[in-house]
């Protein structure tokens, strides 16, 4: 049994990121739009740097399509870089004959010291290339791929800003995604989020970056996803490992998450409504603040799932740090970079969350057709209900 996967390969200021996603059955219809419509989205958010503005994220499939329709085998993409151009020397794969201008401005935040030490490196852009959150662009893509499926299953996957800095918006306004798509940072909250603009307008003269908290919701998920029985099935932490190894993620809640930790038991879970107040969907509950989850499995509620991202690293007034070479005090080292990302964290943690759950579907419900998936799924559902005994 081989379950739904992906690789990601590709440096920041190579030639392509490439991704491979294997394990989507065959059948389901598929087309480059479609993935676009997510890499755009990707690369908006107030507070992205010029680097968005070079670069037209745009994901060929080269192999798991025939006519509009997967194939059954992996789903084979490529994003190519655009400023690879200007790059060709630096980032070239072929043995180089000069002397490499090398990267020692150790930066505080970055994985500049620690992946130095740890691969035996002298350049610290041996590292910083590969841990570059770039490579989210390649998760994106494999993301939509996800989203494409879980669709047919009647889930959707959206995502918005519940903070900025220290400005939080209402987060009950979440459920107005056409609202969040036309914020200049994702926000349901229209007035907290023109605060959130000015706020990234101030770090930016300042010199300094901000984070936030994002928070992706997944509606229509079946109940029984993940597993009880065994540490690893569980779907709550699943998708808390999928979020927290999005780059800068320093936090993952889910449902409640810490606030519930601070109440009592009485007003920490969800009632089980009885069946008049179901309203078409079987096992209703009260509120959520399990975020769909309990036991490691979902609950037929919403999925709600937050991460917080640290603000980022690379700060245009560099922090003080030291040489790899010498270890001498010097400035850390900068190019240019965002102030804000965490719009952009959103769809990234979308695109997580709906990779989790499709390799959630294809392990509950298998199938090599997505014909024969969605007969499994509907088997299930039909017997899903009251057990009348
Ligand atoms: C990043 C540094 C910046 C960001 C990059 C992530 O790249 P550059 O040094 O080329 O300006 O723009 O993000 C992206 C390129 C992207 O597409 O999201 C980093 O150090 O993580």
Redesign the pocket.
Known sequence: MTELRFLTAGE??GKALVALLEGIPAGMPLTEDYIARDLRRR?GGYGR?K??QL?Q?RAEILGGVRHGLTLGGPVAMMIENK?WEDWQEVMQVGPYEGKPKKVTRLRPG?ADLAGTMKYGFDDARNV?ER????E??ARVAVGAVCRRFLGEFGIEVHSHTVSIGDICAQTDAANDWIEVEGSPVRCADTEAGERMVRAIDAARDAGDTLGGVFEMVATGVPIGLGSHVMWDRKLDGQLAQGVMSI?AVKGVEIGGGFAVAAGPGSEAHDVILPPEQWEGRPWRRASNRAGGLEGGMTNGEPVVVRGALKPIS?LSNPLPSVDLHTAEEIQAHY????VCTVP?AGVIGEAMVAFVLARAILEKFGGDSLGETMRNFEGYQATIGPRGG
């Not at 190019?335 to 965002?338: A, I, N, V």
């Open positions: 920041s200021h690369q740097s680097r968005q670069e994220d400023v970055h910083l841990a570059s959150a770039r989210t662009a780059h690379t190019e240019r970079s965002d952009a």
